[in-house]
């Protein structure tokens, strides 16, 4: 009989303890389930579960001011990074989608479009040295069409794949020289036209930014160099 008795109050003992600790857990104010207001400070992207307004929320990587849907980041929002990146722009599905502005810590600003967190679409970056780049990205390089100006007035205006210069596009150098043409790998290479700002002009084949294959070289005073070239030197011989 002693023996019931004592298991009959152990098993009271446990069920009370198993109660109150359940109850706690329900009602900690810092639990996910929790429900915080609009304007108010949450200390992580938990506690925006559900969540639909304007607030103020805090994430690993930094803190974020804006629109949320469902407990994501969707509508307008500026993103403050602990890097001290930031982003101010269009939000969807908790990603950078839409217009915006991305400002890197060491001064680099890109303002254009933006699909799921990388820069892609048109847009427009501004280097800290003062270089320009306006046009088509893809996964956050420049890819398509677009003109990189540089701070010593050099300006590229033509075809872009994975951030160099590929395909047709016109160089205009600060000298005041300009080449039109063909590029391969950022260089110089097919068929194009380099055109010297004394008159001088070369038509014909390009490698590795050399005159090289058949080309046409008129000078400004009318000699004519036409053949093939090796190594920026015309093997023909002029014609007057």
Sequence with gaps: MLVILIAVVLIAAVVLILFF?????????????STVSAGTTATSSASS??????????????????DFVNG??????????????????????DAMSGTGTFTWANGDVYSGDFVDNVRSGTGEMI??????????YANSEKSGTGTYTWTNGDV???????????????????????????????LRSGTGTYTWVNGDEYVGNWENNIRSGYGVMTFADGTVNEGTWVNDVCIGQPIP
């Design 21 to 33: 600790t359940q109850k706690k857990d329900t009602t900690d104010p810092g639990s996910a389930g």
């Design 156 to 186: 590229y205006s033509g075809n872009w794949e994975n951030n160099i210069r590929s395909g047709h596009g016109t160089m205009v150098f600060s000298s005041g020289n300009r080449y039109d043409g063909n590029w391969i790998d950022d």
């Design 49 to 66: 579960e559900g969540f639909t307004g304007n607030r103020t929320s805090g994430y690993p990587d930094g803190t974020y001011t804006g």
């Design 127 to 136: 280097y800290a040295n003062g270089d320009k780049y306006e046009g088509e």
């Design 72 to 93: 994501q980041r969707s509508g307008s929002g500026v993103m403050e990074f602990t890097s001290g990146n930031k982003y101010d722009g269009e939000w969807k599905n």
